[in-house]
């Protein structure tokens, strides 16, 4: 495994760096499909000189017995870069097609003939660089001294001449429109600006003041963090962090992330390099930084665009079909680095880092995973799960026992019980029944989850629920990104709790995952238990006629052949093959693609 040396020149806290050098050797294009446009990374201050650290390394032990890379032989930061066509089920070649019709070209055969930045045309002359921002920035900003130069721009410090923040010192991010050079580009700009204003207020994202533009440049204006990166912390510890130590850490990403999903924003490229501390102190705020590309999701979407860096991209994101789970995933990869100092999937090209994300499954055997508790290794692996929906997703990471046995920590509304909820709403009878079944076996730690978003719905006296207390409860934590990502449309599912409430007992029956339960290696004993109570309470003789009405299958499906196997032939009752398969819902297109 090759070690990493971090670039001594100035890195920029708010905008993209140059490409760094990659271990293989191999030039590249950007992993994001906005190659040649201005898709940037919001990165960080001064970086240290290392010659090698354990956190680029299989383990610290083996690391130990490896001399130092010299510099540039391997990149501090892994790359948004490749090159080389993917071997299957690679998505190099859809990649190709995007960036080469995004810069106006025809697909060509070879990635190497695709350019690395986007050639400005006729066409591109013709654009429309009109924001609408503001254009008094030379009057209302002193800009000092520039502190970092990236790929498509540099950031400067400055302060407010002026007005009520009049002496605050700030970052400026500049963007020429110069780099602007297609449709997508311009509307990525305003798209970050108007995810950063509309985020705007959480205690770990760092803080929009505002954003202008002139003839040449667009200007956002933040909060100056002048801590450095988190990476640049990692490194200074040798990658070395105890479990108090990295749960603190923890519990500040994840609780900036369960903001951003819930207001149906996924950042898309999380990583140690885009939290930046507020100052030197290492009890500092971490800011969340960089929502170049980011962007608004609605509950039942899914994206497809790949972007992100090497290291910390989702399994799902390769299959390009994901949505915030994907942000959950990189936070494991964050969490196996900070617990034992290495990246859980590693290889010398891009491609081999997408196979191994694919494919390998990280190693908790090596030094030091047999040292840390059982919840740690627990905690990690239900982030780094490669089944989206067996993930955990940020709110119930932070009502994991790791997280909760370090402080009590206030968990957050999560968007997940709604999509659960919509599921509950709209399955038969029948299905709500076995789900009632199994949320009885629910442990302690189980239902401290759902026990607290329950409260967050804040139920009637009586202790039960309506759609009032759910849209009330979001509109206590909306942002404006709830409108563009469509949050409250939502709710539209959940229309009949207008003339019905549900009481805390239907509740976990609706917000409980089957997928999740199913990865716990106790999910034989919980189908067993929830069956035998189902045995007792609910299951009853049916045809199977009366089985396919309540699924909702069509007349085309055969369902004697499909459905065969889920009733019992001694006396017609629901077998425990088909409870099962009840529990995770069925349609006409599952059970079709099941034959």
Request: aromatic share 10%.
């Amino acid at each position: 495994m090759g070690v990493c040396t971090s670039k001594p020149e100035k890195r920029n806290p708010y905008a993209i760096r140059e490409p760094e050098a990659d271990p293989s050797g191999i030039p590249g294009t950007p992993l994001s499909p906005d190659a040649g446009n201005h898709r940037r990374k919001d990165e960080v201050v001064a970086g240290k000189q290392s010659p090698f650290f354990p956190f680029y390394s299989p383990s610290p032990a083996r690391f130990l017995k490896k001399s130092p890379v010299p510099a540039g032989s391997a990149s501090s930061t892994p790359r948004r870069f490749f090159r080389r066509p993917f071997p299957p089920p690679s998505p190099a070649k859809h990649i190709r097609a995007v960036l080469a019709r995004r810069q106006g070209k025809k697909a060509t055969s070879t990635a190497d003939s695709i350019p690395e930045e986007a050639e400005a045309d006729g066409g591109a002359a013709e654009l429309d660089k009109r924001f609408g921002f503001s254009k008094e920035f030379s009057s209302r900003l002193e800009v000092g001294d520039e502190v970092g130069r990236g790929h498509f721009g540099y950031t400067c410090s400055a302060k407010f001449k002026k007005g009520e923040l009049k002496g605050q010192q700030v970052a400026v991010k500049v963007i020429p429109k110069s780099k602007m050079t297609t449709a997508i580009a311009i509307e990525d700009v305003r798209r970050e600006v108007k995810i950063l204003r509309a985020l705007n207020g959480h205690s770990n994202l760092v803080k929009f003041y505002d954003a202008f533009e002139d003839q040449e440049n667009v200007y956002i204006v933040m909060e100056l963090c002048e801590g450095g990166e988190l990476l640049d912390m990692i490194l200074s510890r040798g990658g070395k962090y105890s479990e108090d130590d990295a749960k603190a850490v923890m519990v500040q990403i994840l609780n900036v992330v369960a903001f951003c999903h819930l207001q149906g924003v996924v950042h898309r490229d999380l990583k140690p390099e885009n939290f930046l501390y507020t100052s030197k102190d290492e009890s500092s705020e971490l800011k969340a930084i960089d929502f170049g590309l980011s962007d608004f999701v609605r509950p039942d979407e899914r994206l497809n665009d790949i972007v992100g860096s090497a290291y910390y991209v989702a399994p799902e994101v390769l299959h390009r079909s994901y949505s915030t789970e994907a942000d959950v995933w990189s936070i494991g990869v964050i969490a196996y680095i900070l617990l034992c100092g290495s990246r859980p999937f590693w290889a010398r090209t891009e491609s081999g880092i997408f196979k191994a994300v694919l494919k390998a499954d990280p190693s908790f055997d090596e030094a030091p995973w047999p040292t840390l508790s059982s919840e740690a290794k627990d905690f990690v692996k239900r982030l780094l799960n490669k089944d989206p929906r067996k993930r955990i997703s940020a709110a119930q990471a932070l009502s994991h026992p790791w997280i909760q046995s370090y402080n009590s920590i206030k968990v957050p509304l999560d968007i997940l019980i709604f999509k659960l909820m919509k599921s509950y709403m709209r399955s038969s009878s029948l299905r709500k029944a076995a789900l009632r079944a199994l949320s009885k076996t629910l442990t302690a730690d189980e239902l401290y989850y759902l026990r607290e978003q329950f409260a967050l719905l804040e139920p009637s006296k009586n202790g039960s629920i309506s759609i009032e207390n759910i849209n009330k409860a979001l509109m206590k934590y909306a942002t404006d990104a709830m409108k563009e990502s469509r949050v409250t449309d939502f709710l539209s599912s959940l229309n009949s709790l207008q003339y019905r409430r549900m009481d805390f007992e239907e509740f976990c029956a609706a917000a409980l995952s089957v997928h999740q339960l199913e990865a716990l290696d106790r999910w034989e004993q919980h189908a067993r238990c929830a069956y035998e109570l189902f045995e007792k309470d609910g299951n009853r003789a049916i045809v199977i006629e009366e089985l396919a009405s309540e699924l909702g299958l069509g007349p085309s499906i055969p369902v004697h052949v499909v459905l065969h196997d889920w009733i019992r032939h001694t006396d017609g009752k629901l077998s425990f093959l088909g409870f099962v398969k009840l529990l995770h819902g069925v349609s006409s297109r599952s059970l079709a693609k099941a034959q």
